[in-house]
């Protein structure tokens, strides 16, 4: 799924580039707890919206993908910059 010259920017903390490296990343979150994902538009660009519990009304933050074809090229995590996600124009996809 990740590319093998994948690139990461975890906004205002990391950067990382090729797959051992953002595959790190990836294990990272699949460890963690807090988070909920939906789906979500931020402008005309899909997005993936980060909620601290399923209910919430909003994102606590967003993270961005740039995908071709099956394989994640970039990723963009604004978990450490939840203050850009307040500004955004983030809309929420339905819960199916």
Known sequence: MLAD??????VS???RRG?????????NYA??????LRSAWLGDR??????PDPQAP???YFVQLTVRGV???HIRDYR????IAVDARLLLGHIA
């Open 5 to 10: 010259d994948v690139r990461l920017d975890v």
């Open 13 to 15: 903390r990391a950067q």
């Open 19 to 27: 797959r051992r490296e953002v595959g790190q990343y990836v294990d």
């Open 31 to 36: 460890a963690a707890h807090d988070w909920h």
């Open 46 to 51: 899909e997005a993936i919206a980060v909620l």
């Open 58 to 60: 909003a994102a606590a």
């Open 71 to 73: 394989r994640v090229l």
């Open 80 to 83: 450490y910059a939840p203050y």
